[in-house]
């Protein structure tokens, strides 16, 4: 174990620097001669979707004591925008900005002196990074107007990057607990029952196997990422459910599964004479693709700190991006594989029985309620008038794998399981080739997918700019129908009467956005906010230039005070 944790140290101490680049540049160094003082100026570059307070104690820099230099009082810029009230305003600085300070000889000639500049760097939505400092060495026989060597180049960017991988585990292990993940989690734990008077070995592998089914199509889909970002794509969590092709392979397996558990069809292979092993019944291929499954449903859920981390991932390097959905695959796949690892937890769950038929089969209606929920969205993308096209093209798939799972049985004849086998394959590709997709979908409609609530008005960037212009406090809410998080928030906050009645009283202003098919105006928005997808909600009190961001997870009590914190005074 402990040489596990050495190599990770390791590993981020090499890749540290590309992890999180330095953003100080020391620009000029000019050496004191005789009694005339000299001159330091050190050019800081702030990422985007963060801003650096003027807090002397977090931000500034100094010179070590080696005798040779002594530097005077620091300058900092004007700021780039001051928010609070005047006795506790915060001063914030963005974009590129300019330290410097004079620089006095000290009359030692000791060693070379090194300057470190410190920082604090936050993001837009008020979370704070770890402090950071980049040293410069100062050559003592420097001529004057000369620039300094070289930077220290250590790892002080890994602290950043740890903070972001320990968010996204966090986010990951969250998940288990979203509605997203849910049907696929609960045909898990069946298939833990099934094992539960297996041996020990059998049971972690099964455990192992899952996990890796989620950890494996995490990495996929951040490769994913990495090659959409690469050809100019604007990519976030759960882009891909703006896709109509996606979604009606979603439904198609989701479909196909929930046949599975009501034994239309048992999918077999043979693994060696006279054996066959049932992926639907517990064998390892059905961990794997339990593993998978459960990827594929939880990307419409956003959990705390996802959201964080997924918005720094999406800006960054290609490493960035696949260590974070690493990560997140990790914090996914533990609770199932710990649980693997301590059979007695297993051996817990009820005992095998008749009970069980029931409950698969239960599982099997929530698997067809969650196909029914996508279904609701691709017709919204596709447009009413094709719902009864792409019912019969469901059904016409359903009766393909019920023939499938009749006459494909390894105990039928070689030709009957082929000819049902290309029959299926010929079915669902006829269905994906003729989807009435129209037109091609550049992002560029701005038109609102869905109704707006009643006391909302429809999101676009002139509505709200005009509204903050006339001094009203301004609310956005960027959600979408595939957002199973964002249709929570709905129900549990925003349609409740003493909320939308606080709205009213404070003058709020709310415009929502529907980020259900792909819009260009909202994802800018979106990274405007550093957030990695939906649901997002931001604030705009009036006469502030930085939005408040609220949490993905929202409770009446939460939003409430919020508005009553910035607005009600």
């Given at each position: 174990?402990l040489?596990?944790?050495?190599?990770?140290?390791?590993?981020?101490?090499?890749?540290?620097?590309?992890?999180?680049?330095d953003?100080a540049e020391l620009?000029?160094f000019?050496?004191?001669?005789n009694?005339s003082?000299?001159y330091i100026e050190v050019?800081?570059?702030?990422?985007?979707?963060?801003?650096?307070?003027?807090d002397?104690?977090?931000f500034?820099m100094?010179?070590?004591?080696?005798g040779a230099?002594?530097l005077?009082?620091v300058?900092y810029?004007?700021p780039?925008?001051?928010?609070?009230?005047s006795e506790?305003?915060?001063?914030?600085y963005?974009?590129k900005i300019?330290?410097?300070?004079?620089l006095y000889d000290?009359g030692g000639?000791?060693?070379?002196?090194?300057?470190?500049v410190?920082?604090?760097?936050?993001?837009?939505?008020?979370l704070?990074?770890?402090?950071?400092?980049e040293?410069?060495f100062?050559?003592v026989?420097?001529?004057a107007?000369?620039t300094?060597?070289a930077?220290q180049?250590?790892?002080?960017?890994?602290?950043?990057?740890l903070?972001?991988l320990l968010?996204?585990f966090?986010?990951?292990?969250l998940?288990?607990?979203?509605?997203?993940?849910?049907?696929?989690?609960?045909?898990?734990?069946?298939?833990?029952v099934?094992q539960?008077?297996?041996?020990r070995?059998?049971?972690?592998?099964h455990?192992l196997?899952?996990?890796?089914?989620v950890v494996?199509?995490?990495?996929?889909?951040?490769?994913?990422?990495v090659?959409?970002k690469?050809a100019?794509?604007?990519?976030?969590?759960?882009f891909?459910?703006q896709n109509?092709?996606?979604?009606?392979t979603?439904?198609?397996v989701?479909?196909?599964f929930?046949?599975?558990?009501?034994?239309v069809?048992?999918?077999?292979?043979?693994?060696g004479?006279?054996?066959?092993?049932t992926v639907?019944?517990g064998?390892?291929?059905g961990?794997?693709?339990?593993?998978?499954?459960?990827v594929?449903?939880?990307?419409p859920c956003t959990?705390p700190f996802l959201?964080?981390a997924l918005?720094?991932a999406?800006?960054?390097s290609?490493l960035?991006?696949?260590l974070?959905?690493?990560?997140?695959g990790?914090?996914?796949?533990?609770?199932?594989t710990?649980?693997?690892?301590?059979?007695?937890?297993?051996?817990r769950?009820p005992?095998?029985?008749p009970?069980?038929?029931?409950?698969?089969?239960?599982m099997?209606?929530?698997?067809?309620?969650?196909a029914?929920w996508?279904f609701?969205i691709?017709?919204?993308?596709?447009?009413?008038?094709n719902?009864?096209s792409?019912?019969?093209?469901?059904?016409g798939i359903?009766?393909?794998?019920?023939?499938w799972?009749r006459?494909g049985?390894?105990?039928?004849h070689r030709?009957?399981r082929t000819?049902?086998?290309?029959?299926?394959?010929?079915?669902?590709?006829?269905s994906l080739?003729n989807?009435?997709v129209?037109?091609s979908?550049?992002?560029?409609?701005?038109?609102?997918?869905?109704e707006?609530?009643?006391?909302?008005?429809?999101?676009s960037t002139?509505a709200?700019e005009?509204?903050?212009?006339e001094?009203?406090?301004?609310f956005?809410?960027f959600t979408?129908?595939?957002?199973?998080?964002?249709?929570?928030n709905?129900?549990?906050?925003?349609s409740?009467e003493?909320?939308n009645?606080r709205f009213e009283e404070?003058?709020?202003?709310?415009f929502?956005?529907d980020?259900?098919?792909?819009?260009?105006?909202i994802d800018?928005?979106?990274k405007?906010?550093n957030?990695?997808?939906?649901?997002?909600y931001a604030l705009?009190?009036?006469?502030?230039?930085?939005?408040?961001?609220?949490p993905?997870?929202?409770?009446?009590?939460?939003?409430?005070?919020?508005l009553?914190?910035?607005?009600?005074?």
């Open positions: 174990m040489r596990t944790h050495l190599f990770i140290l390791v590993v981020l101490a090499l890749f540290g620097q590309g992890l999180a680049a953003i620009k000029v000019e050496a004191p001669e009694e003082s000299g050019r800081l570059t702030i990422p985007e979707g963060h801003y650096q307070s003027k002397p104690d977090f500034g100094h010179l070590s004591d080696t230099y002594r005077g009082e300058h810029p004007a780039s925008s001051v928010s609070g009230e506790k305003s915060e001063i914030k963005r974009g300019i330290l410097s300070a004079p000290a000639d000791s060693g070379k002196p090194e300057l470190t410190f920082y604090q760097l936050c993001q837009d939505d008020g704070c990074l770890f402090p950071e400092k040293t410069f100062l050559g026989t420097q001529a107007g000369s300094a060597g930077a180049t250590g790892i002080q960017g890994v602290g950043t990057i903070f972001y968010l996204a966090t986010g990951g292990l998940l288990n607990v979203m509605p997203c993940v849910l049907p696929v989690l609960s045909i898990k734990a069946l298939s833990l099934r539960s008077n297996e041996d070995l059998r049971i972690r592998s455990s196997i899952f996990g890796a089914g494996v199509s995490l990495l996929i889909m951040g490769v994913l990422v090659l959409l690469s100019g794509e604007a990519v976030g969590w759960g891909q459910f109509p092709y996606y979604i009606f979603l439904i198609i989701l479909i196909v929930a046949l599975s558990l009501f034994d069809w048992i999918l077999t292979f043979t693994a004479p006279g054996m066959t092993k639907s019944r064998g390892y291929p961990s794997f693709a339990a593993g998978v499954f459960t594929l449903l939880a990307t959990a959201g964080t918005g720094f999406f800006s960054q290609a960035i991006i696949i974070i959905f690493l990560a997140v990790t914090g996914l796949a533990l609770p199932f710990l649980i693997g690892f301590f059979p007695s937890l297993v051996r769950l005992k095998p029985g009970w069980m038929d029931g409950f698969k089969e239960a099997g209606l929530l698997l067809l309620a969650t029914v996508l609701g691709l017709v919204k993308q596709l447009g009413s008038e719902t009864s792409l019912l019969f093209m469901l059904l359903s009766s393909l794998v019920w023939l799972g006459f049985r390894p105990s039928r030709w009957f000819f049902t086998t290309l029959a299926l394959a010929a079915g669902i590709t006829a080739v989807l009435p129209s037109g979908d550049d992002g560029s409609n701005t038109e609102a997918a869905a707006t609530p009643d006391g909302w008005s429809g999101f002139e709200v005009a509204a903050r212009a001094g009203l406090p301004v956005i809410q979408a129908d595939w957002c199973l998080t964002c249709k929570t709905q129900l549990t906050v925003f409740r003493d909320v009645d404070l003058g709020v202003a709310r929502y956005g980020y259900t098919n792909k819009n260009d105006e800018s928005w979106i405007r906010f957030k990695a997808g939906v649901p997002v705009y009190p009036p006469g502030r230039e930085d939005p408040v961001l609220l993905e997870l929202l409770t009446p009590t939460n939003l409430i005070n919020t009553n914190n910035y607005l009600a005074w």
